[in-house]
């Protein structure tokens, strides 16, 4: 849930953002220390950061792979001038809209996963804050960086004995009805 008057940006914009060489030098996110010890480094760290283009393959990966899943549908003409990761996701968004069925909840799913990732990969926490917990639907939510996980810091979600971690797979799915975990298991 969105709250009114809260603009969230598209997945492709901050992808596309993170592709720039500002956010691909080494130490650029708000990823946290590192946790406990490790061993003393002989090599010196690489010059780029891993996790960023880690992040930018895995979601490029996915949506291409959304897209080759989606083949029977008619491909959609390009706007020309439209950047590729925009391209990419509105042509990913017509197929959907084509099969029908659970298709455009699933995209829907993966782009706010997406984009989310992103914005916490950027150091905006902010976008975890605006979704319910799936378990007492209250606004109490923090991003954990250690565990990638959100958790419900409400006191009545620390009462009952349900789970109080969300990773943002499952954040995704509960916000668009369950429709990611069907198309992905299928």
């Known amino acids: 849930m969105v709250e009114p008057g809260i603009s969230v940006q598209k997945p492709a914009d901050l992808l596309d953002e993170l592709d720039s060489a500002e956010w691909k030098r080494a130490g650029s996110t708000a990823t946290g220390p590192p946790l406990g010890r490790s061993a003393t480094r002989v090599h010196s760290p690489a010059p780029a950061n891993d996790t960023v283009l880690d992040h930018l393959a895995a979601c490029d990966g996915e949506i291409a792979d959304f897209i080759a899943q989606a083949r029977r549908a008619p491909a959609p003409a390009v706007e020309p001038g439209l950047p590729t990761r925009a391209a990419a996701y509105e042509r990913a968004r017509v197929q959907a809209e084509d099969l029908g069925m659970d298709w455009p ?11 989310a ?70």
């Open 105 to 115: 909840s699933y995209l829907a799913a993966m782009e706010w996963r997406h984009a």
């Open 117 to 186: 990732s992103s914005a916490l990969l950027m150091g905006d926490t902010d976008v975890i804050r605006r979704e319910p917990c799936p378990a007492c639907r209250t606004w109490g939510l923090i991003w954990v960086v250690s565990h990638k996980a959100a958790m419900c810091v409400n006191r009545y979600c620390a009462e009952r004995s349900g789970p109080r971690m969300w990773t943002l797979a499952q954040l995704a799915a509960e916000r668009n009805g369950g429709a990611m975990d069907a198309q992905a298991a299928g």
